[in-house]
Structure formats: structure tokens, C-alpha cells
């Protein structure tokens, strides 16, 4: 029998999250007691009045196809939250798509934007699809290293030296996923300029724009100067709302960049579920205090892990956002990947390998808060007793 498997999909793995899940469930199954800081999936039941509303789309036989582009209702209600809350001007009748996840929209835009050979700017450390998106595309990962000491912000100069005249993208994601940290209007604006001088298309991924914590400031990059037209905005319902199974995002770009993505989108998946789109305007539309305590939990837990991390001397930015933070563990003697593996298989604690998210973050690990502040106390006295038995035997 001839071998199948396209050339460019031997590179295509499953991630090292769902790896690790799964080994994890491997375990539970065999009765051993496993705390989840793998995934990044907020242990909250969505709030009442989402699901009431998607019960409510259900009952009402809304379950037909929409427009490509999403119901118009919901289109209008994101265009008022950009508005409003990332100062970006969208027209909800050509700017705005809604998409299956923000998955969904990574893959569109990236597929729809890219020949291949193109070369496509990825940070290092950043999340873990982007470089498989960019290889089912048939174009080039280039990892820009990120170091902690500068907040994992850009290495501008290595951004520069890193552009050829084959650089078509880059992916930003800010507030980060695996670092947790933000960057900065000034960073960003800096950034925008070398796009700019260079004529490099930005994907923005803000999934976790929403979940910010004290004074920190989230900025879209596509609200600085001439960046509207040339960013590919994408948000999503599925962390700020614990909406995940949803799978609801939106895509906001200017007329000329959606009128190609929208063909790449139709031809993937059509629309988004009509029911999911009504659970998503309620998101947008009806105020809860659900919302808040949410945040008011993921702050608790993020002081609780970063104090951990401290204590033990791991070294660790601090995180601003999201739910994730991404300590060093090498002065432990060990990569991320040896971490992670005993840690699970010795301690039934589930962390994700820094190798995950780039070549260069081998030495880290990214743990998620997203799981009970309960499950946080518990997987951090565990962590002091694997870190303690690493130094006793150094």
C-alpha cells in the first residue's frame, strides 16, 4: 500500500497539550489522582443566562445555516464591543466574520493570506498551533526568540534582521498564551512600525484580552496608526466566558483583507452553529457578575501559583493576563520536557513542556491556573515536594 501521508503533514503532530492530556487521562483511568494544569480551559460551568440563551436559539428551531458571515445581530453587537472597548472601527456588514473558535479563524486567515514559500514571523515562546497552521500552508515558521528578562516582549532588532523579502506574516498573541504577559503600547507601537516599513501582515490573536488583572491594559494593535489595514483581529468567547465547547470567535479586518478570508472560511466550514451565535450576542449583550467573579478566581489562583514559584526560586514573569505562567526550571538540572514528564508519572501533576511552544523554551514549562483554586493548593504542595526531592539528590 502507498504511503498517504502527505510530506508537509510528518511535521504535523498533536500538540504536547493534548499529549500530555491524554496521558494524564491514562492515569485517572488507572485510579491515580491527577491535578490538570495542562490545559487552558476554565473549570466554570458557562454562565446561566449564555446557556439559557443557546437553550432558548435551540427551542426556537434556529438551526439553519446563517449568513457566511455570521448573523448580523451578533456582528453589530462586536463591532460595538470593538468599538468601545479596542477602539477599532469595524463595518458589520464587511469587516466582521464570526468563526468556528478562534482555531478556526487562525486557520482561515493564515491559509487565505499565505503562498507557499511564504515566510511567516513566529515568537518563541508563542502558542503551539501557529507553527502547524503555517506548515499545513505550505509556508515557513521563523521563531524570533523571546527572553524573560525583556518580559517576552519582541526582540526588535532580531525582528528586524529576521525579515527577507519572503516575510508576508507574523502572529502576535498579546496577552500571551504560555507567558501570561502583555505588550506594551509602546512595544507595539514600535513593532507596528517595522511592519509597516517592511509591508508585513499581522495576525492578532487576543483571545485572552478580557482576562487582565490590577492596572494592566490590554492594546489592539490594530487601533495604532496604520495597522487597521493591514491586521487580522481575532477574539474569542471561549476563555472569557467559559464558553469553549462553543466554539465561537470572530475575525475583524478591513474590507479588503475579509474579502479573501471570507472565501477561505466559507469553503471551511460554511458558518458558525446558529446557536452558538445567539449565546455569543447574549455574552456581549447581557451583563452578569458571573463575569467578575471568574476574574476575582483567576487572580486568587494566580497569586497563589506566582507565590509558589517564588518561594521556590523558579524563576518566572510575572503574569499580567490570561491564566498561565511559564517558569524556568533548569536550575533544577533538568529541560521542561524531564520536568514534566516526572512530575506527572511521580507526582499525578499534568504541566505542558516549553518545547511545546518553540525550540528555544525548552528549559520552561507552562502551567495553567484555569483549573479550582482547590486543585491549585493541592498541585502546589506537590510541586514543593517533587522541587525538594530534585535538591536533595543535586
Not at 458571515?69 to 460595538?80: D, F, S
Request: overall charge negative; charged content about 25%.
Amino acid at each position: 500500500m502507498k504511503d498517504y501521508e502527505p510530506k508537509k503533514m510528518k511535521a504535523i503532530t498533536f500538540t504536547g497539550i493534548r499529549r500530555v492530556l491524554e496521558r494524564a487521562r491514562q492515569l485517572e483511568e488507572d485510579g491515580q489522582s491527577v491535578i490538570h494544569f495542562e490545559i487552558g480551559q476554565p473549570d466554570f460551568v458557562t454562565p446561566k443566562y449564555i446557556r439559557e440563551a443557546a437553550c432558548a436559539s435551540l427551542q426556537a428551531g434556529n438551526t439553519r445555516y446563517t449568513s457566511n458571515y455570521g448573523t448580523m445581530a451578533l456582528r453589530k453587537a462586536i463591532a460595538e464591543k470593538l468599538e468601545k472597548e479596542n477602539h477599532i472601527h469595524a463595518d458589520p456588514g464587511s469587516e466582521i466574520m464570526v468563526t468556528v473558535g478562534g482555531e478556526e479563524a487562525m486557520a482561515a486567515a493564515v491559509l487565505a493570506l499565505v503562498d507557499a514559500g511564504d515566510e511567516v514571523i513566529l515568537s518563541d515562546p508563542g502558542y503551539s498551533p501557529y507553527d502547524s497552521i503555517v506548515k499545513i500552508a505550505n509556508a515557513v515558521p521563523v521563531y524570533i526568540p523571546l527572553r524573560e528578562e525583556d518580559n517576552w516582549n519582541f526582540d526588535l532588532q532580531a525582528l528586524r534582521q529576521s525579515i527577507t523579502p519572503k516575510t508576508k506574516l507574523l502572529m502576535l498573541c498579546t496577552p500571551s498564551n504560555p507567558t501570561g504577559t502583555i505588550m506594551d503600547k509602546k512595544s507595539l507601537e514600535e513593532l507596528s512600525q517595522i511592519c509597516i516599513d517592511h509591508d508585513i501582515l499581522v495576525i492578532a490573536d487576543e483571545a485572552y484580552e478580557r482576562i487582565l488583572y490590577e492596572d494592566h491594559v490590554h492594546t489592539s494593535i490594530a487601533s495604532l496608526p496604520g495597522m487597521w489595514e493591514r491586521t487580522i483581529t481575532i477574539q474569542s468567547f471561549s476563555k472569557s466566558h467559559s464558553m469553549c465547547g462553543f466554539r465561537i470567535g470572530y475575525i475583524a479586518a478591513c474590507k479588503k483583507l475579509m474579502s479573501i478570508l471570507i472565501r477561505v472560511h466559507q469553503k471551511l466550514v460554511l458558518c458558525a452553529t446558529a446557536s452558538s451565535q445567539d449565546a455569543a450576542l447574549a455574552a456581549l449583550t447581557q451583563e452578569s457578575d458571573e463575569i467578575a467573579y471568574m476574574l476575582e478566581q483567576f487572580d486568587k489562583r494566580r497569586k497563589l501559583i506566582y507565590g509558589t514559584l517564588q518561594e521556590l526560586q523558579l524563576t518566572c514573569a510575572y503574569p499580567q493576563a490570561a491564566f498561565y505562567v511559564f517558569p524556568n526550571v533548569s536550575s533544577l538540572g533538568m529541560d521542561g520536557d524531564t520536568f514534566c514528564q516526572r512530575f506527572l508519572e511521580e507526582y499525578g501533576v499534568a504541566c505542558v513542556p516549553g518545547s511545546d511552544f518553540g525550540p528555544d523554551s525548552k528549559n520552561n514549562l507552562r502551567l495553567s491556573y484555569a483549573t479550582s483554586y482547590e486543585d491549585c493548593v493541592e498541585g502546589m504542595e506537590r510541586l514543593r515536594k517533587f522541587v525538594a526531592d530534585i535538591r536533595a539528590k543535586q
